[in-house]
């Protein structure tokens, strides 16, 4: 099982950006899928981004253009660039990962590590 550690996130003004890092331990990010989800309160939990094995990234159309995710294998940490941001991005932001699977789905009960959670508000 991998262990996952998020960093980064916080408050900014609507059009700001933020940066989300989630470090991995106990296994390789490189080898398996890994997204990050978002979730308010109320409501179910959303895959934001992911990206598979092969290095393929997939986005929700809500963030499609606005969100960047990457991975550094030499650091084992992936990371979520989040520019252009709006209120409606406010949300506890979780790193997911399926160890095991090569490819990804938008669906939550298909990852089986999850970080702590960081909270991003965006005020306007």
Do not use: H
Not at 71 to 80: F, G, S, V
């Amino acid at each position: 099982q991998v262990q996952l550690v998020q960093s980064g996130g916080g408050s900014v003004l609507a059009g700001g950006s933020l940066r989300l890092s989630c470090e991995a331990s106990g296994s390789t990010v490189s080898a398996y899928c890994m997204g990050w989800f978002r979730q308010v309160p109320g409501k179910e939990r959303e895959k934001g981004a992911s990206i598979d094995y092969f290095g393929a990234t997939t986005y929700t159309d809500s963030v499609k253009g606005r969100f960047t995710l990457s991975k550094d294998n030499a650091k084992n940490a992936l990371y979520l660039q989040m520019n252009s941001l709006t209120p409606e991005d406010t949300a506890m932001y979780y790193c997911a990962a399926a160890t095991g699977r090569r490819g990804c789905s938008p669906y939550r009960d298909f990852y089986n590590s999850w970080g702590q959670g960081t909270q991003v508000t965006v005020s306007s």
